[in-house]
Structures are given as structure tokens and as C-alpha cells.
């Protein structure tokens, strides 16, 4: 009778160390649970010698209406990031210098104190030769640091903005989450008319009678529907075609996604796009003159670590990254 008992082979598989090492530190040394935890595990360090990008959190919710935590955002991002760089491209970081500057320290509450410490470190950043990606916070924090580009490139900005609202009211105390477009524009810092808020909510025939909640825009509008209806490769055919050559700030409120994918924020929007949506998107702008970006709105306390809407951020503020480096390709 054959016998049918298994043999084990005496081979044994074929481990490269080196390799695995090299792997290894490619994805900061550790596996994702282990290790010192920096934004996508780049070095911890205000030294800006050849740095490309300087990844700044931004812990401030000292403006939101409704739900507050966001100044917990940039640690949760840290730890979320960490798993993000396993899934997308981790040889980005061979490919743009990236830092994680830390945080931004200021007087808790102190809405005049973070402002002017954020613009001022921002400016310190820019002047270093590096770019910001920031990590909030509320969706006051674009305000500071697209001063802080204006003035350090001496003209307008066009801007890109994801959110489920405008954040152009006029009707309250300006510099607060839902003020902060006003401002830029009244003071010359974003030019409209070059500029494209996506993903409103608030407009068209979905909203006819809340002109004061959602006041009209000076930018290219592309609301949440059309969003959905027409897809991505046509929002971003036509963010191409506004925003054209022009330096791009890109702000991402958490909000401008569906809240099935984006619970845990300041506003949870419905009928809004998913991630894959945007990661399409993003990939069909390459070639913008992005010069900074941020991710905001996320409050981590109504989701469990790792949820969706921090794995959504942190794949986001990834892309963002992206396109600073393909703009960064193209300008050298």
C-alpha cells in the first residue's frame, strides 16, 4: 500500500534579509504597530536643510458651531498614517523630502493667539524653502496659512476646496470655521475667480431657501449632486481648466465626504462622494501647481481608532502629497 503519511521537505524556504530589511525601512522600520508614531513615520525635526514638505498639525477647535474634538485630529492622524503608508505608495517618500514638524503650540482657546502663531510659523516654514501640509483642527486653520502664502508669494492663491458648505458667511464675527473664505478673499489672499469649492451641499435646487445659511459664490461651484452625477473625471476636468497654471492651495474638510465614509466630523454630510471618487479625482489633477494643502474637520472621539474617517484623511493627505510632488517634478 502507498504510503500516504506527508514527508517533509529538508529545503528550506528562501528568507533575503537584506531585502526584507530594505523593505523594512522604507515603511520606517517598523510594522504599523510598533515604533515612535510621526506623520507616515518621516523624521521628527524643525531642521528644514532640503526639505521639501513640512507636515504641521494644527490642534485648534476653538471656532466649530456643532460637534468639537478636532484638536485631537493630528495625533489621531499620526497613528492612522502609519497603516496608510502600507497601502499606497511608500516610495513617495524617497521621492519628496517630507518632515513632521510637530505641532503647532499656542494659548488653548486663544483664537488671536493661534492665528498669529500659525501664520507666523507657516511663514517660517515657507521662507525655509519647504511647503506645509497641515493636519487639523477645525476649518478655521486655511485661514493663517493662505495669509502666510500670500504674502510669502506676493499675490493671490487660487484655492481648491472639498466641503459639504461654502464657509463664506458674512453674517457672523469673521475668523471662524465658517468665515474663513470671506476673509481670505476680502483681503486679497485666494482669487474666486480662479478657485472651485466642491462637494455643496447647500445649493442649487436641493436648497432654494437658505440663501443666508449658503450665500452664493464667487468660485466655480461644483455642488455634492453634480459631483455624483457627472464623476470625478469631469470635476476634475473642469478644476483643470479653472485653476489652469495659477499656484493651488487644497483644503479637504472631512464633511465634503459621505458621512457613510466620514462619521466621526464637525457636520456629517449625506449624498456626498466616497473615497474612491476622490481618489480618482486626485489622480486625474496630477499636474496642478500645488504649493500646500490640509486635511480638517476630523474628530476622532465618535469613531474607534483607525475608523474610516481617519483612514479616509490620512489616505487623503497622501494624495495631497502626490500632487506636491508631481507639481515639484514638473517646476524643477
Same mark, same amino acid.
Given at each position: 500500500m502507498t504510503d500516504m503519511h506527508y514527508q517533509p521537505s529538508n529545503a528550506k524556504p528562501h528568507f533575503d534579509a537584506r531585502a526584507f530589511a530594505r523593505?523594512?525601512?522604507?515603511? &520606517? *522600520?517598523?510594522?504599523p504597530y510598533a515604533g515612535i508614531l510621526t506623520f507616515f513615520r518621516q523624521p521628527h525635526t524643525r531642521d528644514l536643510t532640503d526639505v521639501d514638505v513640512a507636515? %504641521?498639525? %494644527?490642534?485648534?477647535?476653538?471656532? $466649530?458651531m456643532n460637534r468639537s474634538g478636532q484638536r485631537m485630529g493630528? +495625533?489621531?492622524?499620526?497613528? @492612522?498614517?502609519?497603516?496608510?503608508? !502600507?497601502?499606497?505608495?511608500? @516610495?513617495l517618500f524617497q +521621492?519628496?523630502?517630507c518632515v513632521d514638524y510637530g505641532d503647532l503650540f499656542f494659548h488653548a482657546g486663544n483664537m488671536f493667539d493661534f492665528l498669529e502663531?500659525?501664520? /507666523? @510659523?507657516? &511663514?517660517?516654514?515657507?521662507?525655509?524653502?519647504? /511647503?506645509? =501640509?497641515?493636519?487639523? *483642527?477645525?476649518?478655521?486653520?486655511?485661514?493663517?496659512?493662505?495669509?502666510?502664502? #500670500?504674502?510669502? %508669494? *506676493? +499675490?493671490?492663491?487660487?484655492?481648491?476646496?472639498?466641503?459639504?458648505?461654502?464657509d463664506n458667511w458674512d453674517t457672523f464675527p469673521y475668523s471662524w470655521g465658517g468665515s474663513? =473664505?470671506? !476673509? %481670505?478673499?476680502?483681503?486679497?489672499?485666494?482669487?474666486?475667480?480662479?478657485?472651485?469649492?466642491? &462637494?455643496? +451641499?447647500?445649493? *442649487?435646487?436641493?436648497?432654494?431657501?437658505?440663501?443666508?445659511? #449658503?450665500p452664493e459664490?464667487?468660485?466655480v461651484v461644483i455642488s455634492g449632486d453634480e459631483c455624483l452625477d457627472e464623476g470625478p473625471l469631469a470635476a476634475a476636468a /473642469? =478644476?483643470?481648466?479653472?485653476?489652469?497654471?495659477? $499656484?493651488?492651495?487644497?483644503?479637504f474638510d472631512a464633511d465634503f465626504l459621505d458621512a457613510s465614509v466620514a462619521p466621526a466630523c464637525h457636520t456629517p454630510c449625506v449624498c456626498g462622494p466616497d473615497t474612491y471618487w476622490t481618489k480618482k479625482f486626485f489622480r486625474a489633477v496630477r499636474g496642478l501647481n500645488v504649493v500646500g494643502a490640509d486635511v480638517n474637520e476630523l474628530c476622532p472621539q465618535y469613531e474607534p481608532s483607525l475608523g474610516p474617517t481617519q483612514l479616509a484623511l490620512a489616505h487623503v493627505a497622501q494624495w495631497e502629497l502626490g500632487l506636491i510632488e508631481h507639481a515639484r517634478a514638473r517646476n524643477t
Open positions: 523593505d523594512m525601512e522604507l515603511i &520606517g *522600520g517598523h510594522f507636515l %504641521l498639525g %494644527l490642534p485648534w477647535d476653538g471656532t $466649530p493630528p +495625533r489621531a492622524l499620526r497613528e @492612522t498614517s502609519v497603516y496608510v503608508l !502600507e497601502e499606497e505608495d511608500f @516610495t +521621492r519628496l523630502s502663531q500659525a501664520q /507666523k @510659523t507657516v &511663514g517660517e516654514i515657507l521662507a525655509a524653502g519647504a /511647503k506645509v =501640509v497641515a493636519f487639523g *483642527g477645525d476649518h478655521m486653520i486655511p485661514l493663517p496659512i493662505v495669509r502666510a502664502y #500670500a504674502h510669502h %508669494l *506676493g +499675490r493671490p492663491l487660487s484655492l481648491v476646496h472639498f466641503d459639504g458648505h461654502f474663513w =473664505v470671506a !476673509e %481670505l478673499a476680502e483681503e486679497g489672499c485666494i482669487d474666486l475667480s480662479r478657485s472651485v469649492q466642491l &462637494g455643496i +451641499r447647500m445649493v *442649487g435646487d436641493a436648497a432654494p431657501d437658505v440663501a443666508m445659511y #449658503a459664490s464667487d468660485a /473642469k =478644476v483643470r481648466e479653472v485653476v489652469s497654471d495659477d $499656484p493651488v492651495y487644497l483644503t
